[in-house]
């Protein structure tokens, strides 16, 4: 386990909030990290060389000779120039929140997909960071006319650098029309499509286990426990099935190279019908998770879509707490994913929420399409069923105007 320092920096002009540093830390121990000290340094304004003060990097850098320290982590995003500089005076390796992160989405990739776009965030970070000794590493190159000092090992590394970024994103924008294609006979045969986000850790894997009444999701009191998508089934009451999807948590400071590496996977939340936007109503930056939340749905254009406010793990909050929420956020809904209370009301808002595209519609059968019972239930949510004199069924259902155009076909209207 690596011995870490912490640093986060700020201008005297600001205020921040001392949890900032706490989420840092539990990034720096996802990661595989021992955080062995912590520092908050307040700046009049940040250096352009070394992002703090020359003063303060020396008592630092005694604290990691004295401890031994493998590694800094600064919670700023630090520059090429600057992570040389820090580097020379500090006696261990230098990385910022970006370089943390990058690392734990690498350990927890598991999909062919996911690795994919983590490599590319990976080498679009190291690209400009690449640093080359000189001619020492130059190379040469046989041949009349062709002596000399040859490519440096830095121009060739960057060369191989660019041309495998220039394949993963062809491989990317492979994946992304698979993807499409996946999601094209999805549509096909519709069913409700329900996308569980939210900030890291608010426990959106634990409520699809819950949902689905199995372990089928890897959860852990983890930041970025799991990072692939995963989608399940979920039967309703009402009749039919809905598509609950765990999508990847977010978090403060969300590194751009990550948000355009992911695009094509947070896609999928703008394709949902109704967004689960999960809290985690135990943190005391409950507000500012919300509002990262939403700044990245505005980013993906997903904003537009019907979203439920779902505040996760109440079992951890005192009485006085939860009735003070509940009255703050009449709409929302209260449950705790961990002892499967309160999704009975979730799946009803659910199911309330979807009626603005799968509207409630008539449909009947004859007593000569009772074949048709199994894709009716398959392709629509059936509220009511009843029999009619003939014989036959008459039936109320929610189905989307697709879904209902194509049962219209084969069945005939009452």
């Known amino acids: 386990m690596e011995k870490v320092i912490l640093i986060g920096a700020s201008l005297k002009t600001d205020f921040t909030h001392s949890h900032a540093l706490e989420e840092l830390a539990r990034l720096a121990e996802t990661a595989g990290g021992k955080v062995c000290a912590a520092y908050h340094v307040r700046v009049q304004s940040f250096n352009a060389a070394t992002l703090i003060g020359t003063g303060k990097l020396q008592e630092i850098a005694a604290e990691c000779e004295s401890q031994q320290i493998d590694s800094v982590i600064f919670d700023e995003e630090i520059t090429p120039a600057q992570q040389k500089n820090l580097e020379d005076i500090l006696p261990a390796k230098v990385i910022d929140r970006t370089r943390l992160i990058l690392d734990i989405f690498a350990q927890r990739a598991r999909t062919q997909e996911g690795k994919l776009q983590v490599e590319l965030a990976q080498l679009n970070y190291l690209l400009p960071r690449l640093s080359g000794k000189g001619t020492a590493m130059m190379q040469q190159k046989g041949g009349i006319g062709m ?28 994946v992304k029309k698979e993807r499409s294609l996946r999601r094209e006979k999805r549509q096909r045969v519709p069913l409700p499509q329900i996308a569980l986000i939210g900030y890291t850790n608010a426990g959106k894997s634990t409520l699809l286990n819950s949902l689905t009444q199995e372990q089928a999701v890897y959860a852990d009191d983890k930041l970025f426990a799991t990072l692939d998508p995963t989608t399940r089934r979920v039967p309703m009451k009402g009749g039919g099935q809905m598509l609950f999807t765990d999508t990847v948590g977010f978090i403060q400071k969300l590194p751009h190279s990550l948000v355009s590496a992911f695009r094509a996977t947070l896609e999928e939340t703008a394709f949902a019908d109704v967004l689960l936007h ?103 949510l059936v509220l009511s069923s009843t029999a009619t004199a003939d014989g036959g069924l008459k039936l109320k259902i929610m189905a989307t105007d697709g879904n209902y155009s194509e049962l219209l076909k084969k069945t005939t209207l009452p």
């Not at 830095?154 to 495998?164: I, K, N």
């Open 147 to 174: 002596r000399g000092p040859g490519e440096r090992k830095l121009e060739y590394d960057r060369r191989r650098l660019r041309a495998r970024i220039s394949r993963l994103e062809q491989e990317i924008e492979q």
């Open 278 to 380: 999960v809290h985690d109503s135990a943190s005391e930056e409950r507000e500012t998770q919300s509002q990262t939340v939403h700044q990245i749905l505005t980013d993906l254009q997903a904003s537009r879509l019907p979203i439920i406010d779902v505040f996760n793990k109440t079992d951890l909050l005192s009485a006085p707490r939860l009735q003070a929420l509940k009255k703050a956020y009449p709409q929302a809904i209260f449950i705790s994913a961990q002892n499967a209370k309160g999704l009975d009301s979730l799946l009803k808002a659910v199911e309330k929420a979807l009626k603005t595209k799968w509207k409630v519609r008539p449909l009947q059968l004859s007593t000569k399409q009772a074949d048709m019972i199994g894709q009716i239930y398959t392709r629509s």
